[in-house]
């Protein structure tokens, strides 16, 4: 056992002492943190819209104060006929026009439909605020996101790709480094198993990804403003089987590569787009083609994702996402088996 615990403090030793390492490590969450929370977001700002009226209603008045004194909508200009807001619009100097026509045809919206997604977002911020909730037909409530604040879906989705990617790919890179400068050897002819060798090596990484997962629940918290409505316990022991999903699969990546850089583009391959793509990360799952769907079902951060949503955005317990947890029990307890036994072959 104390052979065994000299071989990870060797290896966290090794870790501390590499700078670029310690960059990936604790530099990447920061940056992407701070990036998906304030700069890349799909929340609606400052859009720019035109009012056209040649005659106006009291009612249409109030109406138009109410979108100018919105922070989405920016009023830029009012003009008399739908032909000039299109003109506008078409010169990419406006967003949106908001036409109030004739009683019979009620209030027209004309948006740029460049970005499809945008666009109907536009639409309908518009109709919440224009709209009185005592004139409208239906009263809308938002539920776990009334503020409709983008960072309540990338956060979960950050710490699905980050676990994965610094977990799986560092400790690919390790071991493999190892491989390539030939001290792997003189690892295994020491007296500690050839096994617990590879254990120990993923240990520190498994120690720092949890203190990882620590940063990024404090910055989500109390930089980007993200509620931890569910049980904390439940959140860390979820997320400490993922990481041991994602070590379990850099065993299996290391395996297979003899150089560092075949392990970083397997990682990539294997880890970064079906991450980014398939996981729900940005695109829901069952807006993807029936094929891209079935691929989907063995993407482990997709099951992640949508087990944080859960229980730090919803609040639910565990019993609610028990089926996300028993995925990725099954395919963590398929990657350790296979990995290790495939370490154990090539060891022989």
Known sequence: MKRFISFIVKESKHILRDRRTMLILFGMPVVLMLLFGFAITTDVRNVRTVVVASQISQQDRQAVERLAASEYFTVIARVQTPAEAEQLIRNQKADMAVIFASRHKGI???????????????????????????DAAINIKMLFNPQMRSAYNFVPAIMGMLLMLICAMMTSISIVREKERGTMEVLLVSPVKPLMVVVAKAVPYLLLAIFILITILLMARYVLGVPLIGALVWIMAVSVLYILLALSLGLLISSVAQTQLVALLLSAMVLLMPVVMLSGMLFPVESMPQLLQWVALIVPPRYYIEAMRKLMIMGVSIEEVVHEVAVLAVMTGVLLVVALKKFKTRLE
């Open 108 to 134: 027209q919206l004309m948006v740029d439909g460049a970005d499809p997604n945008m666009a109907q977002q536009w639409t309908n911020y518009a109709q919440q605020v224009i709209v009185k909730p005592q």
